[in-house]
């Protein structure tokens, strides 16, 4: 749960930046991702066949700091 938060503060931090910042390489630095990515995976049952996919994870410098204060704030609660 504390990761999942710090990735949607994260996430949020790094969509409000590139709104706020001008073009610069303040910028480029912090707006920065990576994107690993996998897929499709097919899955048979027999009685159920699904494909997943594809999935990717977009992980920032802003993500990672986002991650670092939920859970600086959850060690702080409990």
Do not use: H, W
């Not at 504390?2 to 001008?22: D, E, M, S, Y």
């Not at 610069?24 to 899955?43: D, H, L």
């Not at 410098?61 to 959850?74: D, H, K, P, Q, T």
């Amino acid at each position: 749960m504390i990761l999942a938060t710090g990735f949607l503060l994260g996430g949020f931090l790094q969509a409000f930046l590139k709104r706020l910042l001008p073009d610069s390489p303040a910028r480029t630095f912090f707006t920065m991702a990576a994107r690993g990515e996998f897929g499709p995976v097919k899955c048979n049952l027999l009685v159920i066949d699904f494909t997943l996919g594809p999935v990717g994870v977009e992980v920032s410098l802003l993500s990672v700091l986002g991650v670092l204060i939920a859970y600086l704030i959850a060690r702080s609660l409990f």
